[in-house]
């Protein structure tokens, strides 16, 4: 099994919208109800590698996951945080390919000089067979801790889910913080 991680790139945005899509029509893992096009899913990734790293995890040359950063907050008091966000092919999971991937997107984060990181979880107050409480397990055992909870604030499959924020402090909290890099300035 050849297994690499290297940086997405907007032609692969077909790929990626095909392991996204079954996660919009399946599942209340994201609260999108409709498939964006390949057009707005390339736009999805221009957007984001301007600023934050954005990755693909392949095995055996076929895109398996991906994984990439944003915006935590529009403020500049928020720069040294950003929002994680990762999907994994329904029959890749499970099998660590997750856990690189993410852990390659926080060195990248981390050389960028972001110390936490968010990632907002759809959650099941009763698991269903559109939401489980997965993504939080997964979370918590890579160091993620649950800092909030939205209560029935997304609506989908005519049932309403809770949201939760987690947590992942990744560097040190100083005075006269050195500021953050874009992915492009860094080597």
């Not at 050849?2 to 996660?23: C, F, H, K, M, S």
């Not at 055996?60 to 915006?71: E, H, N």
């Not at 390919?97 to 907002?120: F, S, T, V, W």
């Not at 987690?166 to 050195?178: A, F, R």
Request: glycine content about 8%.
């Amino acid at each position: 099994m050849n297994v690499t991680i290297r940086n997405a790139v907007p032609d692969d945005a077909e790929a990626i919208l095909g392991i996204y899509a079954y996660y919009v029509e399946n599942t209340a893992i994201t609260f999108e109800y409709d498939v964006p096009s390949v057009p707005e899913f390339r736009h999805r990734i221009e957007t984001t590698l301007k600023k934050y790293p954005y990755l693909v995890i392949e095995q055996d040359g076929a895109i398996q996951g991906y994984a990439y950063a944003g915006t935590f907050k529009g403020r500049a008091a928020y720069d040294w945080s950003c929002e994680v966000t990762i999907y994994m092919d329904r029959n890749a999971q499970k099998c660590g390919m997750g856990r690189k991937l993410y852990e390659a997107l926080e060195e990248r984060l981390k050389d960028m000089g972001i110390l936490n990181l968010y990632a907002c979880i759809a959650y099941p107050g009763e698991e269903d067979e559109y939401l489980t409480r997965n993504s939080a397990d997964f979370h918590g055992h890579i160091g993620y801790s649950a800092v909030g909870i939205f209560h029935s604030c997304g609506y989908k499959f005519n049932r309403w889910y809770d949201m939760i924020w987690m947590e992942k402090i990744i560097g040190y909290h100083g005075e006269n913080q050195s500021p953050v890099f874009r992915t492009d300035t860094i080597s």
